[in-house]
């Protein structure tokens, strides 16, 4: 079993950064992908970035964040991260880590999205935009 926690929400003003982590405990993650997840009220869940496990660790990221956010992994902390840059009000939301060990990055992200229940989650955080 793996255990995933998120943490680094808070309220931020537009334009204003932040970086999340998801500390991930219980197993290492050495297949499929892990990748961040939000939900704002209101709203259905949508993927927004995601990372392979292993190999080139490839990333993937939705239109609306792309080249604002930026997602990495620390192997030896067992740990992804998200830095979000030139935050806007509509990123307010609560923000999930989610891993599975059967999808590669493209299919979590890009294929599937939140039409899949992945295998494990994190509990989230909160981070909200405003100013």
């Known amino acids: 079993q793996v255990q995933l926690k998120e943490s680094g929400g808070g309220l931020v003003q537009p334009g204003g950064s932040l970086r999340l982590s998801c500390a991930a405990s219980?197993?290492?993650?050495?297949?499929?992908?892990i990748g961040w997840f939000r939900q704002a009220s209101g709203k259905e869940r949508e993927a927004i970035s995601c990372i392979s496990s292993r190999g080139d660790g490839s990333t993937y990221y939705a239109d609306s964040v792309k080249g604002r956010f930026t997602i990495s992994r620390d192997n030896v902390k067992n740990t992804i991260y998200l830095q979000m840059n030139s935050l806007k009000p509509e990123d307010t939301a609560v923000y999930y880590c989610?891993?599975?060990?059967?999808?590669?990055?493209?299919?979590?992200?890009?294929?599937?999205?939140?039409?899949?229940?992945?295998?494990?989650w994190g509990q989230g955080t909160q981070v909200t935009v405003s100013s």
């Open positions: 989610a891993a599975d060990r059967h999808y590669l990055a493209e299919a979590m992200c890009i294929i599937l999205g939140s039409r899949v229940t992945y295998e494990f």
């Open positions: 219980g197993s290492t993650l050495n297949d499929g992908s």
